[in-house]
């Protein structure tokens, strides 16, 4: 079964002087424009392509890589909006529509917006909608506590942050699990911090307090010795670079390295940390 709007790993079954046909099973054979062809490729071989349609609306190949694929959210920016809805540059040659219909709010051109990709049952067509909510479900079904996910800053609330997690749901970041301000459109690491008595998901940028915090301080120490034994991350390092480095704030890598310290796992000097 070929999936459109997603990569597939595809057959050679036809070779021509503008290119090479695939074998699109039920979409019959596909053509990969020669410009995309991989150099030493025989009849027979396989290529990885995206396939998705072209400025005809027919059915083609490229292996040039999108930013975003179907089923996954991004933050793109518009370069066109005409009568029929706005469009988004997503790395290929056709601009991604979105429709009308399938914006929160009018798009303006040159901003950029957090949208959802997705086949449009009625046309068959790959299109986008910043309507996160239609899309993206808002009660868990399988997250839990503890999880490491993928956060996708889509908007706020009197609470905090709203964030897509993992391409599938919307959850609340709140305001005091964010410890530095987040801009819209901003990916990052988090955690599910809570699953509400209704379903609804609470994250966070770090484990919670209390929770993991062995991981973080084998964390501290498998980076030391990576770096032969001390560091340059002493208490008085960056919040970004902490956060970077270990996603965690400040406030808890100081407790994390006072652990170790009286452990006497570590020293701390003025200008680095060691390992004893």
């Not at 919670?208 to 301080?217: A, C, E, F, I, Y």
Request: aromatic share 10%; proline share 4%; glycine share 8%.
């Amino acid at each position: 079964m070929i999936d459109i709007g997603k990569f597939n790993r595809l057959p050679i079954v036809k070779i021509v002087d503008f290119g090479v046909y695939l074998d699109g099973d039920h979409l019959g054979n596909i053509l990969l424009p020669k410009r995309y062809v991989p150099d030493g490729l025989e009849l027979g071989d396989f290529v990885d392509a995206f396939i998705y349609f072209d400025s005809d609306d027919l059915i083609i190949a490229t292996t040039e890589k999108p930013y975003v694929t179907v089923g996954q959210c991004a933050y793109l920016k518009v370069t066109d909006v005409n009568d029929i809805g706005a469009f988004l540059d997503w790395g290929l040659s056709k601009d991604l529509l979105v429709p009308y219909g399938e914006q929160h709010k009018p798009f303006e051109l040159g901003k950029s917006y957090v949208v959802t990709v997705y086949i449009d049952e009625h046309t068959d067509r790959i299109v986008a909608s910043s309507k996160l909510s239609y899309h993206l479900m808002e009660q868990s079904t399988y997250f839990k506590l503890k999880q490491e996910v993928e956060l996708l800053i889509c908007g706020k609330s009197e609470l905090g942050y709203k964030a897509v997690i993992n391409n599938t749901h919307i959850g609340l970041l709140f305001r005091d699990d964010a410890f530095k301000p987040l801009r819209y459109g901003k990916k990052l690491p988090g955690y599910i911090k809570e699953i509400r008595a209704d379903r609804k998901i609470g994250v966070s940028m770090q484990l919670p307090s209390g929770m993991g915090k062995d991981d973080l301080t084998n964390k501290i120490i498998a980076h030391l010795k990576a770096l032969g034994g001390s560091s340059p991350f002493t208490d008085k390092a960056a919040p970004d670079d902490i956060y970077n480095t270990f996603s965690v704030s400040k406030k808890n890598y100081k407790k994390a390295l006072g652990a170790l310290y009286k452990q006497k796992v570590i020293n701390i000097e003025k200008d680095k940390i060691s390992l004893i």
